[in-house]
């Protein structure tokens, strides 16, 4: 086992103080055009580097607080960088004017996803209330009631297409299938 | 204290396993009277003494009340959980409800959380090495399932402090395993761990460079193992014993008992010989109070079909692992083959069909976890700088926060190299609002419901403000144990919020003390029947 080089230290000190200012293609040291197999390359090496597992008994707690840091930004850096998708928008994002802001990866997609989600359940209590038993009704096939819950639903939305395509099609198939009760 | 010696355990479902380095090679701990595995039971004598081991296996149909065995399907889950309702109909054992909808375990007038009772079995391997070396030893790698979550990872490490283990890792199994075949070859390989123990299946994916061993996906099946094809032979067993007596056998658990021991005997054998004769002398009596003895013959054909729908689901999980993998069977080198179970000829050559492959047995399937489990122990023990390999594990499952109506929202995907962190911002949405309140979740749905509560942690000691104003950043870490750990601080500030409330399932530190010192003074019985039985 090796012991620790001192100038590792220094290293790592460096490295900690500059780390929210680096992207990830500087965290792993690799160019922008990296190919995936020397994506992996570096992230091996930079492991053999910082992985937390080599300081496990170095006495200096800072020094294993520091290498910590670094591995995990790292490992954030790896999980990026080896989605293509993910990849692609990124190294456009830190390539703009908003560089700073856009150093780590945030999810947008996912928070799209959501509002989309909040669409399609809708956003006021009452209207996910009458939209969720609309739901119910129409899948027990109970296509008046659901219909009737699908309208209340659009009282509270007025502007929700999802509440609005689901009441027509609730209305439309009764019209075709008048169901018990009607 | 010693601190030059660290052990590896595997602390199985059914069976448990200790290794040591020795001369740079991992060697599996016998205990005193030459056995390698030790059944995970744990045995509580009427003298106040512990029995751990096979010895204490005896005891599930002698002194079935305070015998307990299988913990590992109880730890770190919540009381309501179906798992737990599952053990209470078939357990001898009395599981009960403790704070915080935990489970424990009544045994006479005393109340054990499951932590405990692991510790007991930890302590035993501890013992054993201990007796073998003549001396004391502190320090553990403790494995687990990889698909354990942050719940039963946090409760096996509580075993392990329990029984004064200082533990080093939780390690998971298959990657452990994948650590002994690896260990100084120096092979670079895209190889499959498929892991069936006693009580749960895992499949890792790795690729090996040298001495970097990358986890790409891990999954698995913590509902699925070896006692389920017990299960199935111990239900055909009853119900052909029904046919021919009119008797239902399952319907008192000491008839159970004997016939879960015969289901395991009876998978063994036909596992090796093909055919089992299963004989079981009085395993009951009749209305008319004749003793009656359980005759049956298990021929392999029957077998297979029995188990056959459980084999097929270990592949449902394995083709999840490879496609998380974005790998296909032909992209792998090799397969390892884990746990007891995979010794049986239906698993062997199923696995052979799936994976289009020889499969590697090198190494007893019984002993490689733990023996990868003491090759970490001593790698951690000597980290002053350097390491001969390093493992680049994942998180199993998705880190999620409840939103609103019962949703929730992704944090850490799961297959996400660790350590990991992530943040995310909240803002306070009332006026003069002290407290935050964060619910904490693991699983692969959307919904809060389908998911497995780790914790709600509720934050205070940020500005106050009106609503809006104050910003809160709340971080989520996943270290190398896969363990999860929730911080909070006031963005403008930078001022570290407290966490108030931790709600879970798990010990607080004065749990774990009086544990600790319960622990310290129980002592274990050594079987004196042992060479008479």
Known sequence: MDSLDPNFEIEVQALVQVLDELDYFQILKVPHEAEPHELKLAYYRESRSYHPDRFYQVQNVE????????????????????????????????????????????????????????????????????FQAGMLDYMAQRWAAAERNFKLALTYEPANANYKARREEAAKILKTQPGPGT | MSDDIAIGIDLGTSYSCVSILKDGQPQVIPNEWGERTHASVVSFLEDGTVLVGNSAKRN?????????????????????????????????????????????????????????????????????????????????????????????????????????????????EPTAAALAYGFGKDIKQKIAVYDLGGGTFDISVLEIGQDVFEVLSTAGDTYLGGDDFDDRIMTWLAEDFLRKTGIDLRLNKYCLQMLKEAGEKAKIDVGRDRVAHVHVAGICQDPNGRIMDLDATLQE?????????????????????????????????????????????????????????????????????????????????????????????????????????????????????????????????????????????????????????????????????????????????????????????????????????????????????????????????????????
């Open chain 1, 63 to 130: 020094l294993r607080e520091s290498v910590g840091r670094i591995y995990k930004r790292i490992n954030e850096a790896y999980v990026v960088l080896r989605d293509d998708a993910k990849r692609a928008k990124y190294a456009q994002d830190v390539l703009g004017p908003d560089r700073p802001k856009k150093l780590r990866f945030v999810e947008e997609s996912e928070q799209e996803l959501k509002k989309e989600k909040e669409q399609e359940i809708g956003t006021t209590p009452q209207g996910r209330k009458f």
């Open chain 2, 60 to 172: 599930i149909i002698t002194n079935a009340d305070n015998t307990v065995y299988s913990a590992k399907r109880l730890i770190g889950r919540f009381y309501f959980s179906d798992e737990v309702k599952k053990a209470q109909a078939v357990m001898p054992y009395k599981i009960v409800e403790g704070e915080s909808n935990s489970v424990r375990i009544q045994i006479r007038e005393s109340v054990y959380s499951l932590p405990e009772i692991s510790a007991l079995v930890l302590k035993e391997m501890k013992a054993i090495v201990e007796n073998h070396l003549g001396r004391e030893v502190s320090k553990a790698v403790v494995t687990v399932p990889a698909y354990f979550n942050d719940n039963q990872r946090q409760a096996t490490k509580d075993a392990g402090r329990i029984a004064g283990l200082d533990v080093l890792r939780i390690l998971n």
């Open chain 2, 301 to 533: 054909a029957e077998f297979n079909r029995m188990v056959m729908d459980l084999v097929q689901r270990t592949f449902k999980v394995c083709d999840e692992a490879l496609q998380s993998a974005r790998m296909t069977v032909g992209d792998l080198d090799a397969v390892i083959l884990v746990g007891g179970p995979t010794r049986l000829p239906i698993l062997r050559e199923s696995v052979r069909h799936y994976f289009q492959r020889e499969t590697m047995v090198g190494i007893d399937p019984d002993e490689v976890v733990a023996m990868g489990a003491s090759i970490q122990a001593r790698a951690l023990l000597e980290a002053k700088g350097g390491a001969d390999h390093y493992l680049l594990d994942v998180t199993p499952l998705t880190l999620r926060v409840a939103t609103v109506g019962g949703y929730t929202d992704k944090i850490i995907d799961k297959n996400t190299p660790i350590p990991i962190e992530k943040s995310k911002s909240y803002t306070t949405n009332r006026d003069g609002q002290e407290k935050v309140k964060i619910k904490v979740y693991q699983g692969e749905s959307n919904k809060a419901a389908e998911c497995e509560l780790l914790g709600e942690f509720e934050f205070s000691g940020f500005r106050i403000a009106y609503r809006g104003e104050v910003r809160i950043e709340v971080t989520f870490e996943i270290d190398t144990n896969g363990i999860v750990h929730v911080t909070a601080a006031d963005v403008e500030t930078g001022q570290k919020t407290g966490c108030t409330i931790r709600l879970s399932s798990g010990l607080n530190e004065a749990d774990i003390k009086s544990a600790q010192a319960k622990n310290a003074a129980t002592t274990l019985a050594r079987a004196a029947d042992h060479q008479a039985a």
